[in-house]
């Protein structure tokens, strides 16, 4: 059978799946709506939660960013993992005892203000926006590339089918597809990754072959480093970032995932405090599976490329070549016309672009695994950016409906009213995420790279504090969550909108680059919250009363029920 | 509970996410990136030990950490009677 005949077999099935789930799951309380009913094992959660977070960009793209990138994607590999010790043990139990819905819930209790949770809201959207804008994008890539329909086409059929979960279900049809999801993206993922590194190294584990040994008896990395050197690249396994930026962008994504709302809102779901905190081991242990592949995936198709193209005749490339150059993912352009490509790092002699998406779209075809892997692959990068929008197409849909109508509008609406205002937002909010899908505004890419330094230098600390510092105020954590915000916003829109060639380390403060300069946001905020705090009156009795209570596991069931 | 146990409870419960949190800094920030070069100097197998850490070994310390923070809390709750 053809590729394309596999891959609609299989994206259809997967489909097919969800749509089912979607309908065994509906929601018909709002607590089932935006948290599940509190009732979801910690397991599920943890497969869910993985599946919420691996987007589009983890599964298409992270393996080739690291594989051009080298050492330096080590800040991706760490900063998008490490953020779940923060999590488990910083923010998890506390906020599932706490027991309410969403994030600004949290800040507008705990800072007993509407303002604050207003602002709480407002960033929650910015975020969310941004970043679900991209996945309806990718959902429409993966169907040009592998179905050959139009981009247009294929958002509109994924907007179609997360429509019928996200609405139907909520977070209750969410989480049981995303399960589902989770199975789909992970299996996708490593079937061709173990076929490359038998291949390759003769070991079945991706992660154990990274550091085995080559057919010519020499260890893999060493080649890699070789070649690097030949062909005038920096080596792979130091990279070139300055020491200062490596530490400051891996803390800022750390920091930035355990402040994101649709990771923190998963931890609402499962029945008991103990549960939250084993539900982000889980998370971790089943993301740790695709991340610790990544590279592994990186150093096999990086070195099989060198391998294949340098110094080679064009007319020796092999059918992938020409099959990725007609989807324009690689471009070859013979500059001293001698018919044979040079791949090497000086762009005045280089003569092939490649796209750092093949790294993963191209690996089954680079290693001619069967058709059937390669259907697999589009039903993968479809799971993971599926997942994530609608993981984030709840959040907008519960702070329109709850955190705005429901807090701060309209206080006695009915439980029927708010769950219908709730599908109303999520549909609106899909057709939203689907028209900048479609019509991506330049900005999008970048702007999502900066959530995460925004969420590190907003939430993180009023959270954080919030639950371990009795003493800070209104004041104090308003104060942070503006001058973090507003520092971290300026430093980015300077130098990546303002004044794009000052974007150079030696312009940089402190070498940070502006992906990075989260961290330095949420120290800022840290110590203008405490300081502030310090000197302005202590919160009111209740509200540390509630922070007393929500350090104690016991009762997080019963505050939850109502 | 009395307010002087909560305390009790609460003091352990810190020292736990202490000593963890130091761990999580030194295997990735530590082994990962500030001493990477150091350890690169090391080799386990194929791997620079830095390299590895920052690409690999950092991510099974942070699972390891977590579920051992699970395990250290289910007891603690049971001690101080907090557990659900």
Known sequence: MSVQIWTFIIVGISFAIYIGIAIWSRASSTKEFYVAGGGVHPIANGMATAADWMSAASFISMAGLISFMGYDGSVYLMGWTGGYVLLALLLAPYLRKFGKFTVPDFIGERYYSQTARIVAVVCALFVSFTYVAGQMRGVGIVFSRFLEVDITLGVIIGMCIVFIYAVLGGMKGITYTQVAQYVVLIFAYLVPAIFISFLMTGH??????????AADGQYLLDKLDGLHKELGFAAYTEGSKGMADVFAITAALMLGTAGLPHVIVRFFTVPKVKHARSSAGWALLFIALLYTTAPAVAVFVRTNLIETVSNEPYSNMPDWFHKWEGAKLLKFEDKNNDGKIQYVAATAENELTVDRDIMVLANPEIARLPNWVIGLVAAGG???????????????????????LKNAIKPNISERGELLAARIAAAAAVIMAGYLG???????????????????????????????????????AMA????????????IIYFKFINKPMNKPEHWLFGISPEGIGTLGMLVNAVVTIVVSRITPAPPLRVQAMIENIRIPRGAGKAHAH | ???????????????????????????????????????????????????WFAQQGSIYIFLVLIFVYVYLMNKLDKKYDVHE
């Open chain 1, 204 to 213: 079945i584990i991706p992660q154990i072959g990274l550091g085995g040994t």
């Open chain 1, 382 to 404: 479809l799971a993971a950016a599926l997942s994530t929008a609608a993981g984030l197409l709840l959040v907008i849909s519960s702070a329109i409906s709850h955190d705005l």
């Open chain 1, 438 to 476: 479609v019509n991506p505004p330049g900005f999008v890419a970048e702007v999502v790279a900066f959530a995460f330094g925004l969420a590190a230098a907003s939430f993180f600390p009023a959270i954080i504090l919030g639950i371990f510092d009795k003493r800070t105020n209104m004041l104090g």
């Open chain 1, 480 to 491: 942070g969550m503006v001058i973090g915000i507003v520092l971290t916003a300026a430093y």
């Open chain 2, 1 to 51: 509970m009395s307010g002087k146990d909560l305390k009790k409870y609460w003091q352990e419960n810190l020292t736990y996410v202490f000593i963890l949190l130091v761990v999580w800094f030194l295997a990735s920030y530590g082994a990962g990136i500030l001493f990477a070069k150091q350890l690169n100097g090391i080799r386990l197998w194929g791997f620079k030990l830095g390299f």
